[in-house]
DNA sequence: GTATAATACTACTAAACCAATAGGAATAGT
DNA sequence: ACTATTCCTATTGGTTTAGTAGTATTATAC
């Protein structure tokens, strides 16, 4: 069984980013917010772009921003009612939101290549909209266990 | 629940033309090679663009050609045993083969992330290396007549 | 109430990637 | 030989992406 997609899900660089802030966030929530410098520090990403970033995922409303001297973002909800799919939905599909399918074209092959594609984008869908980011907490604990637990001992 | 994914299971036009050539060419069989400008006619695309596809196709082995003046393209192989992944991997993948995790830079996040793409990856797999040629003509035929059988009737 | 440390906004740039094109060389049938 | 076709290599133009830069705005601390 050969690999197919493109590793990374298909994800561009900075919806991962996006991710793995909203990850460190979700790591490292207690009140106070957290800077962007930490985050960017933590995930070895450029301090600059990931405020571009945490911006936009603010006016996405999935973190909230506080200015000023003791500044810094938190999460806006709670960590198991934000899903890895809504990240990546709002960070992917920033405006150009790729108009589905005005080629009415009708060529052979096109019932079977939509179902094709809905049955991928069905399957797929369904990991990112059940995974959230408290459950991407768990993994990450459980996995480093196995790990250890297979390794070290 | 939202669509996460851009349409069309993230797979490039050029990709997406290689698989509508392969699915011209099982449709059409019959000993006899099918030109290039007969596939491009029928499905819509240029000419020259289909050349350079079907050029790698053959290269691949997923095609063969025959030169010269009756010449054209026919399937390598039976319909059957041709999966949409190998296409997919094959047109997709060519050259730059994205050094994969060569960033063993260790981040929070990093396994958790890792069986994202993983589960991923494996979903998506699944369908197109289970999906053969054969398959999308039966299933074409099959939602063609489910159409017919509901609107028409 | 002023200095300061942070986010917010807008625009820009460099590089990578993708779709498509161009021109001609090789080949096989008639 | 002629001609219709595939074959090969290179190049273009456009779009997207990753990242940068400069400045404005805001809230806190003193």
Tied chains: 1, 2.
């Excluded at 990850?23 to 571009?52: C, D, Y």
Aim: glycine share 10%; aromatic share 10%; hydrophobic share 40%.
């Amino acid at each position: 069984m050969q690999e197919v997609t493109t590793h990374f899900g298909n994800v561009s660089r900075k919806c991962r980013y996006a991710l793995r802030a909203m990850f460190e966030l979700t790591l490292r929530q207690g009140g106070k917010p957290l800077k962007v410098n930490e985050i960017a520090a933590s995930q070895s990403i450029s301090v600059r772009f990931l405020e571009v970033i945490l911006s936009e995922l603010r006016q996405g409303g999935f973190v909230e921003s506080r200015r000023g001297k003791s500044g810094g973002y938190l999460l806006a909800r709670k960590a198991d009612s934000i899903f890895v799919g809504q990240i990546i939905n709002f960070v992917q599909g920033n405006g150009h939101r790729d108009c589905l399918d005005t080629s009415k074209q009708t060529v052979p092959g096109d019932w079977a290549m939509a179902g094709l594609w809905r049955r991928v984008n069905e399957v797929v869908d369904n990991i990112y909209n059940n995974t959230s980011f408290a459950d991407l907490i768990a993994q990450e604990a459980a996995m480093k266990d196995d790990y250890i637990g297979n390794y070290v001992i």
